[in-house]
Nanobody, 119 residues
Framework: VQLVESGGGLVQAGGSLRLSCAAS????????MGWYRQAPGKQRELVAV????????NYADSVKGRFTISRDYAKNTMYLQMNSLKPEDTAVYYC?????????????WGQGTQVTVSS
């Protein structure tokens, strides 16, 4: 599975961005997908996850009500719509895909995309 993120950039506080994560390869084996972020000097943290099938979602408290995660199965692409952005949202955003084949799971990561929110 290969993951390629796009959509990052520089935006003013209160603005919006939409990140995309395109999956290729054995994408049929993907179960859960998620967005993570890592700010300078901080550990990587979960932002949002979405499961396959029913599309159950879960968000970090810091982004609830502002960010929306979604998947387009026809395009093998996951999105993160980010609204009301704050300077503290500044980070490198990574997408992750977890595959499940015969009971064995494996995580794949994208290369990351920079999001910078100016005050």
């Amino acid at each position: 599975v290969q993951l390629v993120e796009s959509g990052g950039g520089l935006v003013q506080a209160g603005g919006s961005l939409r990140l995309s994560c395109a999956a290729s390869g054995s994408s049929f084996s993907i179960n859960t997908m998620g967005w993570y972020r890592q700010a300078p000097g901080k550990q990587r943290e979960l932002v949002a996850v979405i499961t396959s099938g029913g599309g159950s979602t879960n968000y970090a408290d810091s982004v609830k009500g502002r960010f929306t995660i979604s998947r387009d199965y026809a395009k093998n692409t996951m999105y993160l719509q980010m609204n009301s952005l704050k300077p503290e949202d500044t980070a490198v955003y990574y997408c992750k895909a977890r595959t499940m084949v015969v009971g064995i799971s494996f995580d794949y990561w994208g290369q990351g995309t920079q999001v910078t929110v100016s005050s």
